[in-house]
């Protein structure tokens, strides 16, 4: 017991020292399609000097310190708001990883977990070729599913501040232009962009297709809920962040909180308006 409050409290005083230090956190890495190896982290919110770019380290061998590393070539040297990296390697050894600020000098501070990988992550190797029926080769994918595809699940810090989309006001006046219309209620099918049908190699859209893989294609629409608003409240592009949007729109309707899904199909409507347009008359049907 004791043993377990010294790390617990040892753990809690390294996130306190080291919160506003140009040390990057919670790394990972993650074996993804072909020869790539995904290495996300995330990025210090206020570090007490500016970061000018990042550099990443592969070794065969856990990187516990600095020294290992100081005279070693970077494999990749990238911009600061990066928050993620592909690497390309063609053979099955364990690979570590570190990444490393830069402010004015390299940030000569390697923490395991932190800005470097507890664990050896290696390629996945191809499935020996079997007979398959033709029916299964020719497969077609209904609208709204995703392709099939082998990626590793994201898991995401946690974002808990949430705005209300609109205000009480607006859902009132949306509600009463809805006393005009004379639509039919008609049942929806989820709804998936086409850019989100097939895995990016890394990125924002990347993040994003994981969650709708891993959640939404199958239907665990309060995971998806919570895994897509953390996704949000990340620095994402804009793009990508539209479209987490609409699908919280969806899964708010497709969970039956269909006030929710009113105020952020309203939110996305101007982005998307053909595709946002027969949710939000739904949703309110339903109110």
Do not use: C
């Amino acid at each position: 017991m004791k043993k377990h409050i010294a790390i617990f409290l040892s753990l809690l005083i390294s996130s306190f020292l080291f919160a506003e230090q140009p040390l990057v956190k919670d790394i990972k890495a993650q074996a993804g399609k072909g020869t790539k190896i995904n290495i996300i982290w995330s990025l210090p919110s206020k570090p007490d000097k500016k970061i000018t770019k990042l550099r990443v380290y592969r070794s065969l061998k856990q990187i516990s310190s600095y020294a290992q590393i100081e005279k070693l070539k970077p494999i990749a040297e990238i911009d600061a708001s990066y928050t993620g990296y592909t690497d390309t390697v063609t053979d099955f050894n364990d690979y570590f990883y570190a990444v490393v600020a830069v402010t004015d000098k390299p940030y000569d501070l390697i923490l395991l977990s932190f800005n470097s990988t507890v664990s050896g992550v290696h390629l996945i190797p191809k499935a020996q070729p079997s007979q398959k029926k033709k029916t299964e080769a020719e497969k077609i994918y209904p609208d709204g599913t995703l392709r099939e595809t082998p990626l590793p699940f994201v898991d995401f810090e946690d974002i808990t501040n949430k705005e209300d989309l609109i205000s009480d006001e607006s859902l009132a006046s949306a509600q009463a232009l809805l006393a005009l219309s004379n639509n039919t209620d008609q049942a929806l099918k989820p709804y998936i962009f086409e850019e989100d049908m097939i895995s990016p190699d890394a990125g924002d859209d990347y993040l994003l297709f994981e969650i709708l893989k891993t959640t939404f294609v199958q239907r665990k629409y309060k995971e998806a809920l919570s895994q897509l608003n953390k996704l949000v409240g990340t620095n994402i592009n804009e793009n990508t962040r539209n479209r987490a949007y609409f699908y919280i729109g969806e899964a708010e309707y497709l969970s039956g909180d269909y006030e929710a899904a009113v105020k952020t199909f309203v939110k996305i409507k101007q982005i998307y308006p053909v595709q946002a347009k027969k949710w939000l008359d739904s949703a309110l049907n339903k109110l």
